[in-house]
């Protein structure tokens, strides 16, 4: 009888360690290239954000279940220095997205700056945007954002170019 297809044992060699730059890498959590990768310490990869995100919620890796270290958000694993992604970068000469937080100017992730912008130029008023886990609307018109589930938590946000801000980091990571 049958052993019709065996062919692709998957479940196969570890190869692709991902020791590369963020590019190539996909997220399991976000299903897109890695923005910020960051290693856990059972090996598994994700954008800080995401990371971020779990460690918020389940706390576990999303692939292995192994606990997220209680320090990790603040001393993350980072495979590539933000601040490798430097201020040459931007839309219309050098216009980025920032938020406000602790202690000044922050510059958004560079998916969500560019989601943002996207919006920005269709002269839409708002966008709602997934940032760790939840959702965030990000308000174009008043210049300001929230987390959905805490509406009246809202931060400044505005279009400059970094020269003219005082940056502190990106996306939580600081400079
Ligand atoms: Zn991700
Ligand atoms: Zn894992």
């Known amino acids: 009888m049958a052993e019709?297809?065996?062919?692709?044992?998957?479940?196969?060699?570890?190869?692709?360690?991902?020791t590369e730059k963020g590019d190539n890498l996909e997220c399991?959590?976000?299903?897109?290239n890695c923005v910020h990768p960051a290693q856990l310490p059972c090996g598994h990869i994700f954008c800080f954000l995401c990371v971020k995100g779990i460690a918020n919620q389940s706390k576990k890796c999303?692939?292995?279940?192994?606990?997220?270290?209680?320090?990790?958000?603040?001393?993350?694993?980072?495979?590539?220095?933000?601040?490798?992604?430097?201020?040459?970068e931007g839309f219309d000469g050098g216009y980025q997205w920032f938020y406000e937080g602790k202690n000044g100017w922050w510059?958004?992730?560079p998916r969500t700056n560019e989601d943002i912008e996207q919006a920005f130029q269709l002269n839409l008023p708002l966008v709602e945007i997934l940032i760790c886990g939840e959702i965030y609307v990000?308000?174009?018109?008043n210049n300001w954002q929230y987390c959905k589930k805490t509406p009246t938590r809202k931060r400044s946000i505005k279009?400059?170019?970094?020269?003219?801000?005082?940056v502190k980091g990106e996306a939580g990571l600081l400079r």
């Open 28 to 32: 399991a959590v976000c299903l897109q």
């Open 159 to 166: 279009r400059d170019k970094i020269e003219n801000l005082v």
């Open 62 to 88: 999303a692939m292995c279940r192994q606990e997220i270290p209680k320090d990790f958000i603040e001393q993350p694993n980072l495979l590539e220095k933000p601040y490798q992604r430097e201020a040459s």
């Open 107 to 109: 510059r958004y992730d």
């Open 138 to 141: 990000i308000d174009i018109t």
């Open 4 to 18: 019709a297809s065996r062919k692709s044992q998957l479940g196969g060699p570890h190869t692709k360690e991902a």
